[in-house]
Every structure is written in C-alpha cells, then in structure tokens.
C-alpha cells in the first residue's frame, strides 16, 4: 500500500509564478521527509528536506512546509524557472526503519516561458 | 568528485540469462541500497546495506540477489531474469537519510 502519495502527476506553470507541488502520507511514524528532483536519463538528486520537529525549511528559492496533523507536506518553488522542469519525487523515512525510503510516484512540473 | 556510478547504463538481455548491475561508490558510504522505477510506480526499494556483509530485503526483493564484500561496491544480481524485471534500476547510497544516486541502469528482458 503506497504510503506516501503524490496525487498530482503532471503540473504546469508559467515562468517566473510559483510552483506548489504536494505530497500527503498514511503513517504516523515518519519523521523525516525529502524532495528530490529528476531529469530524465539521470538518477533522482536530493533537492531539500525536512525533519518532523520542523514545519518550514528554506533553502534559495525551494521551500518546503510540512503540517504533521493533516500528514501533508509541500514543496514550493518560488519563482519558478525553466531549468525546474523535471520530475519531482517526495521521500519519507522512520527513525526506527534505519534509512529506508518510501518514495511517491513523483509529479511531473513543467515550468513554460 | 564524489559520486555514485552504475554499469552498464543500458542492457537488453533474454529470460534466464544470469546478469549483474554493478554500483561503485567514493563516498565512504556505509549505507547502499538498489531501487527500480516503473511507470506510475515511483522508485520501489529491492535490497539495502548498512554495511559491509549486512544486507537485507527492501519493498520488493523478489528474483533479486546482492552482496555487499566490500564497503564501496554494491553489485545487483539477476539470477534468472524474466520480462517483468524490466525496468529502470537505481542504486544509492547516503551517509544518513539523504539518498545520494547513481545514473540508473535501463534493463530490457526480453
């Protein structure tokens, strides 16, 4: 049963607007959530993260808000550019699962000019 | 440059012919593991290491073998492949939580 779910396959935005992607997860026992980017024909490179004592993390342009009671994260993009256009795949890990990953199944952004 | 590699990247074998993935990494890692990633699937974990001769199964283990001798070197084997083994394979591996990965590997059965 897929636990952490990405139920936005495709999303599009033009240049320069913001980009929300969203990622929502079933068990309670995660406590640690990651955002990863890929291109095509290349492996999947860590974008940001975020541990559950947090509910917001920043880093440039890429930020990521998590709110543990309703089991929801978001990875916002601000502005967004071009060179974002990849698929985007949420992560979540439980301390007690060493350093395994549940991964969604990824949404596609298209970032248009 | 700190990296993880996989070869080969691209492979088109038949059924029951044995193969293996390599996976290479300068990192120091303790941690590698192997992923395939199927369309509307997202990445699946096969196999995990936390160290050298310590493996264990991931999500989907099945027609799947590892082995992990020594601590930079984490090889996928595929004993008997069959056609829904095809898939795109990665293999990763982290200091902690943070997942670093290879380029992947295209594997076609036919």
């Known amino acids: 049963d897929q636990q952490v779910k990405q139920n936005s396959p495709s999303l599009s935005v033009q240049e320069g607007r913001i980009s929300i992607l969203n990622c929502d997860y079933t068990?309670?026992?995660?406590?640690?959530f990651l955002w990863y980017k890929k291109y095509p024909a290349e492996g999947p490179t860590f974008l940001i993260s975020?541990?559950?004592?947090?509910d917001k993390n920043e880093d440039g342009r890429f930020t990521v808000f998590l709110n543990k009671s309703a089991k929801h994260l978001s990875l916002h993009i601000v502005p967004s550019q071009p060179g974002d256009s990849a698929v985007y795949f949420c992560?979540?890990?439980?301390?007690?699962?060493?350093?395994?990953?549940?991964f969604g199944k990824g949404t596609s952004l298209l970032v248009t000019p | 440059e700190a990296q993880v590699t996989q070869n080969p990247r691209y492979l088109i074998t038949v059924t029951g012919k044995k193969l293996t993935v390599t996976c290479s990494q300068n990192?120091?890692?303790?941690?590698m593991s192997w992923y395939r990633q199927d369309p509307g699937l997202g990445l699946r974990q096969i196999y995990y290491?936390?160290?050298?001769?310590?493996?264990d199964k991931g999500d989907v283990p099945e027609g799947y073998k590892v082995s992990r001798k020594e601590k930079r070197n984490f090889p996928l084997i595929l004993e008997s492949p069959s056609p829904n083994q095809t898939s795109l394979y990665f293999c990763?591996?982290?200091?902690?939580?943070?997942?670093?990965f290879g380029p992947g590997t295209r594997l076609t059965v036919t």
């Open positions: 290491s936390m160290n050298v001769e310590v493996t």
């Open positions: 990763a591996s982290s200091p902690g939580v943070e997942q670093y």
């Open positions: 975020i541990s559950s004592i947090k």
């Open positions: 990192m120091n890692h303790e941690y």
């Open positions: 068990n309670s026992m995660f406590d640690y």
């Open positions: 992560a979540a890990s439980a301390r007690n699962s060493g350093y395994a990953l549940n």
